[in-house]
């Protein structure tokens, strides 16, 4: 039987905070990982709670690199968060997927190399399938919410997550426009591999701020080009957001591939864990790893 579901909303550059919601309440959790971006807003539409982390912290004090990611998605299982919808600012490597568009992501290629890409990097060793690394149910419910808003959208695309904090240079962006990949960010990896390993349904929602370095008009990506947009794309995300929650329930996550995936994904031979080990990891994985 599936647990109840709740939604947690991870803001990107320009969405720092959530407008319109009652009974709001910042709270500070503390994980085994240390400190999450921010504190957690706690907020209500309607009969329906979600918890809002900023991943860069109110303000945009914290780089890419420097993402907490393993906190934050800690942070949000210990609120029972069974669904994330990931809202990120990225750049377009197609002439059709112009700035004020979103992308609704369902595949990434992993370019970053300075981050904890996991929670199972001590002592228990678990290897979760990412060929699907997206959440359909939750991807047709951001279409459909955004359809209904009327912001331009496209359904399916290819995100590759660069290190940063700089932008590409121009053979970087001509080459993963070579792999016929969609858009480009700093932030979606390694978070979608461990919304994974928490076994939370994950959508990536990319919001289109500018075209990369490879478009003739947009050969000197700027910070000042890029915050316009940010602010209507912003915006339209809170929007759409408040649709979602509306709905997303109504979307059936029977089939999801995050549903249980652990069960198949620890190989460490259950004598050799210890209890240390087993406490730090027992929101992500008590699941399974409290199982006699």
């Known amino acids: 039987m599936m ?15 959530m407008e319109g919601f009652e009974k709001i309440k910042w709270k500070k959790i503390k994980t085994s990982w240390g400190p999450p971006s921010d504190e957690l807003l706690i907020a209500k539409i309607g009969n329906e709670e979600i918890c809002f982390i900023p991943r860069h912290a109110r303000g945009h004090k914290i ?7 393993r906190a934050n998605i800690d942070a949000f299982k210990q609120l029972g968060v069974t669904d994330i919808i990931s809202v990120s600012a990225v750049g377009s490597l197609r002439e059709d997927l112009e700035p004020g568009k979103f ?10 190399f300075a981050r904890n890409k ?35 959208n ?6 590759v997550v660069m290190e940063g904090p700089q932008f590409s ?25 461990l919304a994974r390993e928490a076994e939370i349904r994950y959508c990536t929602v990319a919001m289109v ?11 000197e990506v700027d910070v000042a080009m890029v915050i316009k947009t940010l602010m209507q794309n912003a915006e339209n995300a809170q929007n759409m957001i408040k649709e979602v929650i ?11 591939p995050a549903n249980d995936c652990l069960n198949t994904a620890i190989i460490t031979d259950q004598k050799f864990r210890t209890k240390k080990t087993i406490k730090k990891l027992k929101y992500i994985a008590g699941r399974v790893l409290n199982k006699k």
């Open 63 to 69: 780089n890419p690199s420097n993402i907490n990611f």
């Open 103 to 112: 992308v609704i992501v369902d595949q990434f290629i992993d370019r970053t």
């Open 209 to 219: 701020t500018d075209y990369d370095c490879w478009h003739t008009d947009h050969d």
């Open 154 to 159: 496209k359904k399916g695309g290819t995100y």
């Open 118 to 152: 996991t929670f199972f990097d001590e002592e228990i060793v678990a290897h979760v399938s990412m060929a699907k690394p997206t959440s359909s149910c939750l991807s047709d419910c951001c279409e459909s919410a955004l359809n209904k808003l009327k912001i331009k």
């Open 169 to 193: 240079t121009l053979a970087e962006s001509n080459l993963y426009r070579s792999w016929n990949a969609d858009v480009i960010g700093m932030t979606n990896m390694p978070e979608a591999k």
């Open 246 to 256: 509306k709905s997303f329930k109504e979307f059936s996550a029977d089939k999801d």
């Open 3 to 17: 647990k109840k579901r709740k939604l947690g909303i991870i803001g990107g550059s320009g969405l720092y905070k």
